[in-house]
């Protein structure tokens, strides 16, 4: 990294200060999208769809919701001129549907580029050629005005081919490299097509401003697209259109800036395929509207099933940290994250709010058909107390105490820590389940009696070491009388017993689940939870599970001591 002084701007900022975007909060509509899936994402695939694989991802394109999709580049090879004739020749294009082609200014291929569309019902043209310094000084070796030259012979062949082929054709035009051209002579070049247009209300051209290598920061990007936007001929007949690469990483920025800079037309792919670090992710892009209150105008509700097919036939697979789509961006596997969230949605539970705000989601993973269980809190030794608990309570129906989910939240992660994993919900039940539920060793208990209304005594049979003894104990309540009978019999002392109980339903099983907790002489908490259909048994066990806990602390304490 030493060679720093061999690189420069290669952009060209507007000859005019062009802010007034940045006078806007948020977008507040959705732009008229296209897809490039299967043009400009399929050229950038190691191995290229086939046939089929196209079909079906037209397929899904269309069930999206894409009202413009480029389908390719017809006249460059034959497998795109099949797959362009087999989508108007078995009538698959939907009758709300425009595809898009696109050309190079040059006649053969204009030519073919529109016999390949004889019988589409709507079709966009898309004519472009390189206008960026660095191409017409390395690539082409041409002046300006041989380069504009260029553009303005492909307009009018467009007008000549159009006229002859029968078909509802709109124009698109790029001055492809866009961001790399003096944005003064990108206006002229673009400017100069539209004199051959000559746009009209009813037939308006699109002209297409791609960021075909992100050079800029992205508000530069979008002081360009502004004053391309005040300064075009036929603005009110012109669909000015961005098609953002992410060189820079910064192809959604581009894109939404851009849009608050007068763009009104997007195109991009799915997940972010194409060519080097790939186009502009239409899903992010979307998904970030949606979660200001802006309706995309896309179906993206089932959002793993549209990822399964992406996947399968271009075998790409998306990231899994890529916005909204990555099967770990709603995962908490920090101890704060997973208690705000587990908090954020009990309250939401309680408020029944309407706006989603739920800390950490800036989006209800349910909407674009993610789950909670197992994808938004997930355990490892960095997880803390809230996130175990809502697990537990959301797959096992435990509302376990604060300060129990504290002592469980240490157990878990030492689990965790010992054996360098993430623990899955069942391992979390298991652990629970081993070190707190009806635990019966080293006190079991076999059987209790009650005497008494207000008074209550106890009779009570239970089995240390494999002896079983009938003990005797009172109290102002029947839990208490076991507890004093437990204390007195067993030697112990602990103070401070607290209780909770709530019902728990798995499946047509109904179950009264009870938490008791004690406090040693030496201030330490132990816990214990009894499950039983009868609410009274469960007490009694949540009482044992927690004298036994003890009870073990303190018999290796006392084997330590020998």
């Known amino acids: 990294m030493k060679n720093v002084s061999k690189y420069t701007r290669n952009y060209f900022m507007p000859p005019a200060t062009s802010l007034k975007w940045t006078e806007k909060e948020y977008i507040d509509k959705a732009p008229t999208w296209c897809s490039v899936d299967l043009r400009d994402g399929n050229q950038a695939l190691i191995i290229p769809m086939n046939l089929q694989e196209k079909l079906e991802y037209f397929q899904v394109l269309v069930d999206v919701g894409f009202k413009e999709i480029e389908v390719g580049f017809p006249a460059a090879s034959d497998t795109e001129y099949t797959f362009l004739r087999t989508l108007i020749e078995q009538n698959l294009i939907p009758d709300d549907v425009t595809i898009q082609v696109l050309t190079q200014s040059r006649e053969h291929i204009i030519k073919k580029t529109f016999e390949s569309l004889r019988g589409a019902k709507n079709a966009v043209v898309h004519l472009y050629n390189s206008t960026s310094l660095a191409q017409r000084e390395q690539v082409f070796r041409r002046s300006k005005e041989e380069i504009k030259d260029i553009a303005v012979s492909g307009a009018h062949l467009l007008n000549k081919y159009a006229a002859e082929v029968e078909g509802n054709f709109k124009f698109q035009y790029s001055p492809e490299s866009f961001t790399g051209t003096e944005i003064e002579f990108a206006l002229d070049v673009c400017n100069s097509v539209l004199d051959v247009w000559q746009p009209t209300a009813d037939k308006k051209v699109i002209i297409n401003l791609p960021a075909t290598v992100s050079m800029s920061m992205p508000h530069v990007y979008a002081s360009q697209i502004e004053y391309m936007s005040e300064n075009m001929n036929y603005r009110e007949n012109v669909i000015l259109s961005l098609h953002p690469h992410n060189d820079r990483g910064t192809g959604v920025a581009d894109a939404e800036l851009g849009i608050l800079a007068g763009a009104d037309r997007v195109e991009g792919t799915l997940f972010g395929n194409g060519e080097r670090t790939g186009n502009v992710d239409i899903v992010t892009l979307a998904l970030n509207m949606y979660t200001h209150g802006v309706d995309p105008q896309l179906n993206l509700d089932n959002l793993p099933a549209i990822q399964e097919v992406y996947e399968r036939v271009t075998r790409m ?52 058909g993610r789950e909670y269980e197992g994808e938004v809190i997930r355990i490892n030794s960095q997880s803390g107390k809230g996130g175990i608990g809502y697990l537990l309570e959301q797959a096992y129906g435990f509302e376990l105490p604060p300060k129990m989910r504290e002592t469980l939240g240490y157990k878990v992660k030492d689990v965790s820590d010992r054996n360098q994993k993430e623990l899955m919900t069942n391992e979390i039940h298991d652990i629970f389940m081993k070190e707190f539920v009806n635990v019966d060793s080293p006190a079991e208990l076999v059987d209790y009696t009650f005497e008494g209304k207000d008074t209550a005594t106890t009779t009570i049979q239970v089995n240390v070491n494999g002896e079983t003894n009938t003990w005797h104990g009172a109290g102002n309540g029947r839990l208490d009388a076991i507890n004093n009978a437990l204390q007195k019999e067993l030697g112990i002392a602990y103070k401070d017993l607290t209780y909770k109980e709530h019902a728990q339903s798995i499946g047509s099983q109904a179950n009264a689940v009870s938490y008791v907790s004690i406090t040693s002489d030496n201030g330490t908490v132990y816990w214990g939870c009894g499950i039983d259909p009868d609410i009274m048994n469960s007490s009694v066990k949540a009482l044992f599970s927690a004298v036994n806990n003890l009870l073990k602390v303190e018999q290796e304490r006392f084997a330590a001591t020998k």
Do not use: C, N
């Not at 208690?339 to 800036?362: C, F, N, S």
């Open 317 to 368: 697979s998306v990231p899994d940290r890529q916005p909204y789509a990555g099967k770990l961006v709603f995962t908490a596997f920090s101890g704060s994250h997973q208690d705000a969230i587990a908090k954020g949605m009990k309250w939401r539970e309680q408020e029944d709010r309407k706006h989603w705000t739920v800390p950490y989601l800036p989006v209800d993973p349910e909407d674009i």
